[in-house]
């Protein structure tokens, strides 16, 4: 049996960018479909998540200008690629325009280096397709409670040091015009790229960039002030002095691509608002470092039409910032229209952030005996409360612990057949009197609990002496 679920409902009314937002229980197979998609959008024959990829067709209408793949979780589906570093054992898909921001890359953790290496070489590159978004970045940085302004400390990197740089350059630079040779895809190297390649093998012969390369360099700053639009002030250093002096292209893009190149590396520094104390990346909190490295990265270089998968955003979110997630998104697209936000999450805070005008709700379901997927599209929660989230859309019956769900279904369920105080019936209502000494005093099932107690042990009165929480 067959089933068509459309996305995105071109019939409705949205905004320019629209969102899915997929739940589902575990093993529903989440995931698995954003890879799916990921895939198709990619014009990839075949699927990693096979499970599903073989019960799965996807039509995509119209094209998708890149993908841009954000996780939550370190057990995303993903394909992995070598984010904004070029290797020797780069391949065609890492010349594609897919880009991933989450906490495992090359199979390895997102390091603190990879990911300042990575926002550095963002912030710097002017390949950007849509204009640079000083002012969806400003939203950022004051969100989180920043100025709008990253301080980049460049240092000299580690990859090359222990081997003859010309001859590894030399290779690099075969490498890559063989693997684009080999791929019939648009590639998301910029033309630049090779040049700096250029660039860095006549560098590497001199004295003076030798010398830096091989020594314990402490770096040279430069600040990018996002207050109007994008302004990079540059502090005088050794190494500035030498690029600038051999390069044709623009100091900030010759930066990123060397840090590409691995010839440099970087530190990223913040400023609270409040303070203007400076704030590394390593001191950040795992929701402060998610939401900067994963939004800042997608607002730099998202496109009009791209297409954004997100897995799991809610993992290190404090519930407040649950329910902005999704106006932070919004919000940082702004400067692009024809994008497609996907995102799979258990997050009823999230699930109730969509407004009619965004999109759609998707519920996924699998038989897990037959193997049998299930979709069903609906309309959006935005606004509900959480409970009744959970309850239309997550189909949870009760948000309170199992616990106590269990012994007030048991009691009500005994109490349809007889309402003697059985021994049954005390056993449940005996549960009752110990869990809900934890509800809050104005909560309303404790009326319920109360009834139910009184009729289970009608010579007690009720254990009205144990007070309640907030009391």
Not at 232 to 250: E, K, M, T
Not at 258 to 277: A, P, Q
Request: charged fraction near 20%.
């Amino acid at each position: 049996m067959s089933e068509i679920v459309t996305l995105r409902d071109g019939t409705q009314q949205t905004s320019e960018n629209s969102f899915t937002v997929i739940n589902g229980e575990n093993g529903a197979g989440k995931s698995a479909i954003l890879r799916i998609i990921s895939d198709a959008a990619l014009g990839l024959d075949a699927s990693r998540s096979k499970v599903f990829a073989s019960a799965i067709g996807i039509d995509q209408v119209g094209s998708v200008s890149r993908t841009i793949a954000i996780s939550g979780t370190h057990n995303d589906r993903f394909p992995l690629n070598s984010g904004v570093e070029f290797r020797l054992n780069s391949n065609q898909f890492d010349l594609m325009h897919f880009y991933y921001y989450g906490p495992k890359q090359s199979g390895n953790y997102t390091s603190v280096s990879k990911a300042s290496n990575t926002i550095a070489h963002s912030l710097l590159s002017d390949e950007q397709s849509s204009g640079f978004p000083s002012k969806q970045l400003t939203a950022l940085l004051e969100f989180l409670g920043f100025e709008p302004e990253v301080r980049i400390v460049v240092q000299t990197g580690i990859r090359i040091k222990r081997r003859e740089e010309f001859e590894y350059l030399l290779a690099l630079e075969r490498h890559l015009r063989s693997v684009q040779a080999e791929s019939s895809m648009p590639s998301k190297i910029p033309q630049s790229f090779e040049f700096s390649i250029s660039q860095a093998s006549l560098l590497s012969e001199r004295g003076a960039f030798r010398n830096l390369l091989g020594s314990r360099y402490s770096g040279a700053e430069l600040s990018v002030d996002l207050r109007a639009e994008r302004t990079i002030q540059v502090f005088d250093g050794p190494l500035f002095s030498i690029l600038q002096q051999a390069s044709s292209i623009s100091l900030p893009q010759t930066l990123a691509n060397f840090i590409s190149l691995g010839l440099l590396t970087s530190k990223i520094v913040l400023f609270r608002k409040s303070t203007r104390n400076e704030v590394r990346l390593e001191d950040l909190s795992s929701g402060e470092w998610q939401l900067l490295y994963t939004l800042m990265n997608l607002s730099i270089n998202i496109s009009p039409d791209g297409l954004i998968l997100i897995d799991e955003p809610e993992n290190s979110l404090h519930p407040h910032w649950q329910t902005e997630y999704v106006s932070l998104v919004r919000k940082l697209i702004s400067h692009v229209r024809g994008c497609h936000v996907i995102i799979a999450t258990h997050s009823p805070l999230i699930a109730a952030s969509i407004m009619p005008s965004d999109g759609n709700l998707i519920r996924l379901m699998r038989n897990h005996l037959s193997g049998q997927l299930y979709a069903h599209m609906e309309e959006t929660a935005y606004g509900w409360l959480p409970s009744d989230v959970l309850q239309e859309r997550f189909d949870l019956d009760s948000a309170r612990p199992p616990e106590l769900t269990r012994a007030i279904n048991t009691a009500l369920r005994l109490l349809k057949l007889s309402s003697e105080p059985t021994d049954n019936l005390r056993q449940a209502a005996e549960e009752i009197r110990k869990l809900k000494r934890y509800l809050p005093a104005h909560d309303p099932l404790l009326p319920a609990a109360d009834a139910i107690i009184d009729i289970a042990f009608p010579d007690e009165g009720g254990p009205r002496d144990k007070p309640h929480r907030g009391e």
